[in-house]
């Protein structure tokens, strides 16, 4: 008896394709930067202004504070990749921990509006250089496919810092003095040192050398980039004089409100992650920006401490969401080769925003006070829903229907 006429067994069927491991050893040393640079930037981001408005500056200058730290990252963060590609990743990393811990220590051995400028101008640059360098690092550690989501933990991992950081630096600088708050950010930025030897060294990437002006003239790099600044600019009002738009409220309100912003920031991050990987990032950039919008608008009711503390947590959700949804947008559209020129405008973006905030809402609040000034902002962002609209594309980004399979 033949066995010609049994049906022919079906093919086996191939196993689906394990998905790659999202962190990894090079990654969690990487997050051990990523904390120490982020710890010390955000204990004293909030503190400076209060030290300088104490020191006889007044709120122009405490504006100005805030102004030249962001002026001197967005400088660094225009020369970094030409840094990055001389000495390697590790080496600017490093100088860039150095450069943000060291001036922190010696931020009270001085009051004057002077050295608290030059204090400012040093943590910028150094500040400048970790987040470029140590962007296009990270971003080489993570898989593709799992981009939206890894850029999203990595965002978490620095948003605790900030999430602690901020309400942190507030009250220990009101409880136990100005000095203990700067030792504090230079010892966690000067500490993270001590991993960069273990991280890969990512010298050069695949694909034609992508440089600043190549970004800049690109219009699928500059849009996302420039719709981030936008909300950048509110994060930067928020952080430098929220503390002071609440003048009748306890120190405990404000660092409740600084809490709460980046708290939704960090979980927002995560979320916007997760859903850009399946349905395309640039569709979650449009409520990004509407949410931030409405939690300005929320925060123009400064004497309500509900009205302070649910508009700022509006305002983190959309911001955390924006960040998301336009970092990985822009990684998704150039080669890795363009991942320190991405991680520079991104963070040009965030930093230029925050000190133009920071410098323009000072010299505004003189003739419109603090409730109108956050109408205004709100405003602002209202306006860059248009173009944010008019960029969302009918159908998911290709990246991210690839991620998806």
């Known amino acids: 008896m033949t066995t010609t006429d049994a049906p022919n067994p079906s093919p086996p069927t191939a196993p689906p394709q394990a998905r790659p491991p999202l962190v990894t050893r090079p990654l969690m040393l990487r997050f051990v930067s990523v904390i120490g640079a ?3 930037f955000y204990l004293l981001l909030s503190v400076v202004p209060l030290y300088a408005k104490e020191s006889g500056a007044g709120g122009n200058g405490a504006g100005a504070t805030t102004g030249a730290l962001m002026l001197a990252t967005v400088l660094g963060e225009l ?6 590609a001389r000495f390697g990743y590790r080496l600017t990393l490093g100088t860039g921990l150095l450069l943000l811990g060291a001036p922190a220590l010696a931020l009270t051995a001085f009051s004057g509006i002077g050295w608290i400028t030059v204090v400012c101008l040093l ?22 496919e799992r981009r939206g989501e890894g850029l999203a933990v990595v965002g978490i991992v620095s948003g ?10 507030v009250w220990l600088a009101s409880e136990v003095g100005y000095t203990t708050v700067g030792v504090a950010a230079g010892v966690c930025a000067l500490a993270a040192i001590l991993s960069i030897p273990g991280l890969p060294e990512r010298e050069t990437m695949a694909g034609p050398r992508i440089g600043i002006l190549d970004g800049v003239r690109n219009p699928a790099l500059l849009r996302p980039a420039v719709l981030f600044a936008v909300t950048a600019v509110a994060a930067g009002i928020v952080v430098t004089f929220l503390p002071l738009a609440v003048p009748s409220a306890s120190a405990e309100l404000v660092a409740v409100a600084l809490f709460v912003q980046p708290a939704g920031a960090s979980v927002a991050r995560w979320v916007a992650g997760r859903m ?9 950039v449009v409520p990004g920006l509407a949410l931030s919008a409405a939690g300005m608008l929320v925060t123009a009711y400064t004497h309500s401490a509900v009205a302070v503390v649910t508009g700022v947590a509006l305002f983190g959700i959309g911001f955390g969401v924006t960040q998301n949804a336009t970092l990985t947008l822009m990684y ?9 020129t ?17 410098v323009c809402f000072g010299l505004l609040v003189q003739q419109t006070g603090y409730p109108w000034g956050f109408v205004c902002t709100s405003a602002l962002i209202v306006l860059a829903l248009l173009p944010a609209w008019r960029d969302r594309p009918a159908r998911p980004d290709r990246s991210a229907v690839k991620s998806a399979s």
């Open 38 to 40: 982020s710890a010390s």
């Open 79 to 84: 020369a970094a990749p030409r840094f990055v």
């Open 123 to 144: 943590r910028g640059v150094g500040f400048a250089l970790t987040v470029v360098a140590g962007g296009a690092l990270t971003a080489s550690l993570i898989p593709a």
């Open 160 to 169: 605790v810092p900030s999430l602690l950081g901020l309400p942190l630096g």
């Open 276 to 284: 850009g990987d399946r349905t395309g990032s640039s569709r979650l």
């Open 332 to 340: 998704a559209r150039v080669p890795a080769s363009g991942y320190g």
């Open 342 to 358: 991405v991680s520079a405008l991104w963070n040009i973006a965030y930093d230029a925003g925050m000190g133009v905030g920071a």
